[in-house]
């Protein structure tokens, strides 16, 4: 059964250190998210990307933070300056498609990012 | 804003009961609900979900049920299993793809 998959499944970094988390989509997916998950908080939507570009993004969704597709497969998020508060699961979802439905999101099994 | 409150956070059935979990969200152009289940170290699993053209949608021990005009959805699970153990998250979505989650139930069954 295709799956999202996600990798490192732990990164820890130092305060003020760039980290990027890549994730691989299911294949016939064309809308991609990232979502993130404080320690015993809900999930919490970060950004969509569609036809390479950013469709929609959230108030925690500030300039350090960025995604791209750098090629076919692969979809990242990059944290240019990390905080403590970054501190988090991130999730990477994908779904086949945007209108009449298909917004069935299937998720990764998560990066667990640590900042020090 | 958009919100999602669930409730309860926390659920303990003993086996074989039904376990049912409630959710109101705050946007009225919400026009899906998906339900997730995540058990410990993984992701957000979907197990069912329904749309705002229908009110009801069972798959074999799992429902969920809709009512728009009071902005409430419901998950039902009947006979549940130790297996069904698990944090179970329901969102909302206007069809944008971004999901807006609730806090989280835990539900635990006891053998």
């Known amino acids: 059964e295709p799956e999202v998959t996600q990798t490192p499944s732990h990164q820890v970094t130092q305060m003020g250190q760039e980290v990027i988390l890549r994730c691989v989509p299911i294949s016939n997916h064309l809308y991609f998210y990232w979502y993130r998950q404080i320690l015993g908080q809900k999930v919490e939507f970060l950004v969509s990307f569609y036809n390479n570009e950013i469709s929609e993004k959230s108030e925690i969704f500030d300039d350090q933070f960025s995604v791209e597709r750098p090629d076919g497969s692969n979809f990242t998020l990059k944290i240019r300056s990390t905080k403590l508060e970054d501190s988090a699961m991130y999730f990477c979802?994908?779904?086949?498609?945007?209108?009449?439905?298909?917004?069935?999101?299937?998720f990764g099994q998560g990066t667990r990012l640590t900042v020090v | 804003g958009e919100n999602v409150e669930q409730h309860p956070s926390t659920l303990s059935v003993q086996e074989g009961d039904s376990a049912v979990i409630k959710c109101t969200y705050s946007?009225?152009?919400?026009?899906?609900f998906p339900w997730y289940k995540q058990e410990l170290g993984k992701g957000p699993q979907l197990i069912i979900d329904i749309r705002s053209n229908v009110g009801e949608k069972k798959d074999q021990r799992i429902a969920v049920t809709l009512n728009k005009t009071a902005k409430h959805f419901s998950l039902h699970i009947t006979e549940t299993q130790p297996e069904d153990s698990a944090v179970y998250f329901c969102a909302a979505s206007k069809n944008t793809g971004k999901l807006i989650f609730g806090q989280g139930t835990t539900l635990q069954v006891k053998p």
């Open positions: 979802a994908s779904s086949p498609s945007g209108t009449g439905g298909g917004w069935e999101a299937f």
């Open positions: 946007d009225s152009a919400s026009n899906y």
